[in-house]
Each structure stands twice: as structure tokens, then as C-alpha cells.
């Protein structure tokens, strides 16, 4: 079915370092991408979003990147914290009503 | 500003019964949104209501269903439930129907023995 994939399931970086996630997303027609990170026992949480007509935005300690022509979604985190340890969804607009969300990235940050 | 809420935060039932799950949205928010949460998988559109009517849903069979209200709070039954109806069923809420982020509750975990 319709899915957005991730290139890796987990990732281990250590404290303080930089985390890069990605995403490979399916549908060339959307223009809309949003990263959410979802703590355990929690739902997903809103940290990043970017439209089609972008490559790049910025916000506190993450920057999401976009790449249309391979179609292709990361977010980077600097200084990575022990708060980060999370699991990481990119999910795609399809125009309208529908999100679509990857199957997420487990992200372990190590004292 | 309250969150998105749901409950009950877990619910355990036995094949056959049947589940039903509460979601209330922020306020002012009309559309409503339900996702299914396999153990380790992503979220799976389930279905989306948006002032008081179903405007689509997702590859589930018809045992799924639900409702939203006038207040915009919305229920989600499952019928005839079955194993492998355990999962973390999600709600989120937005403004409106267009392209923005959704705002998700905590979810309710629904256990089928």
C-alpha cells in the first residue's frame, strides 16, 4: 500500500553529537512533509514541518532537508540530548486530508 | 489550552466483544482524525471525520466505525474484535481540513485476548 519508508529502523549516536534521520517517501505529488517524534507511552508529537516549493528549514536544534528529485526527506538534529531518545516519523501530505507516516526510526542517544 | 484527549487510556477485551474509544479534540478544532498503531509499525489511517460527517477512511473493514458529534468529539467502535485488533489507537485533531500538522492524544491501548 501507500507508505513513506525509512532507510534505517534504529540509529545510536552518542550524547552530543548530531543525528541524522532519513526518509524515503513515495508519492512524487506530494507537498507537504511533517516529522514527529513520538516518546514512549505518548502519541507523535509536531517538531518539524517543510512544503514542496522548500529544500531546507530550520527551526530550534533541527533542519529538515528536501530532496524532490529522489525523493527523499531527512531531519537533523545538532547536539543530540538524552530527551531526544525517541522513535521519528516523516509522514507526507497527499493533498488534503490524508497523512501518511512511515514506519519510524528508533533514535538511542548514549550518556 | 487543553490537548487532544482520549479514553480510556487501556482497554482489554475478549474476541468477539466489541470496543468503544473516546476522543475529544482541541477546542475549535473540527476535524478528527483516527489511527491504528500495530506493536513496532507506523500509523495506519483508520478513518476521518470532519464537522459531524465521515469524509474517508482508511483500508479497514466495515467492523470499524465511528462517529463525531456536535461538539466534535468523536467515538471509534470496533465490532467483532479480533486478535489482531491490539494496538494503540490514535486520535488527532486539526483547524481544519487543508495540509497542517495534526495534534495527537496519548492514544488508547486496546488489548483483544
Known amino acids: 500500500g501507500e507508505s513513506v519508508g525509512l532507510h534505517l529502523p534504529t540509529l545510536s549516536v552518542q550524547e552530543g553529537d548530531n543525528s541524522i534521520i532519513n526518509c524515503a517517501y513515495s508519492n512524487s505529488a506530494s507537498d507537504y512533509f511533517i516529522w514527529y517524534k513520538q516518546e514512549s507511552g505518548k502519541g507523535p508529537q509536531f517538531i518539524i514541518d517543510i512544503r514542496s516549493n522548500m529544500d531546507k528549514r530550520q527551526g530550534q536544534r533541527v533542519t529538515v532537508l528536501l530532496n524532490k528529485t529522489v525523493k527523499h526527506l531527512s531531519l537533523q538534529i545538532a547536539a543530540t540530548q538524552p530527551g531526544d531518545s525517541a522513535v521519528y516519523f516523516c509522514?507526507?501530505?497527499?493533498?488534503?486530508?490524508?497523512?501518511?507516516f512511515g514506519a519510524g526510526t528508533r533514535l538511542f542517544v548514549k550518556a | 489550552e487543553a490537548g487532544v484527549t482520549q479514553s480510556p487510556t487501556h482497554l482489554i477485551k475478549t474476541r468477539g466483544q466489541q470496543a468503544t474509544l473516546r476522543c475529544s479534540p482541541i477546542s475549535g478544532h473540527t476535524s478528527v482524525y483516527w489511527y491504528q498503531q500495530a506493536l513496532g509499525l507506523g500509523l495506519q489511517f483508520l478513518l476521518w471525520?470532519?464537522?459531524?460527517?465521515?469524509?474517508n477512511r482508511g483500508n479497514f473493514p466495515p467492523r470499524f466505525s465511528g462517529r463525531q458529534f456536535p461538539n466534535y468529539s468523536s467515538e471509534l467502535n470496533v465490532n467483532a474484535l479480533e486478535l489482531e485488533d491490539s494496538a494503540l489507537y490514535l486520535c488527532?485533531?486539526?483547524?481544519?481540513?487543508?495540509?497542517?500538522?495534526?495534534?495527537f492524544g496519548s492514544g488508547t491501548q486496546l488489548s483483544v485476548l
Open positions: 488527532a485533531s486539526i483547524p481544519g481540513t487543508g495540509r497542517e500538522k495534526l495534534f
Open positions: 471525520y470532519d464537522e459531524g460527517e465521515e469524509r
Open positions: 509522514a507526507e501530505n497527499t493533498g488534503g486530508f490524508k497523512t501518511i
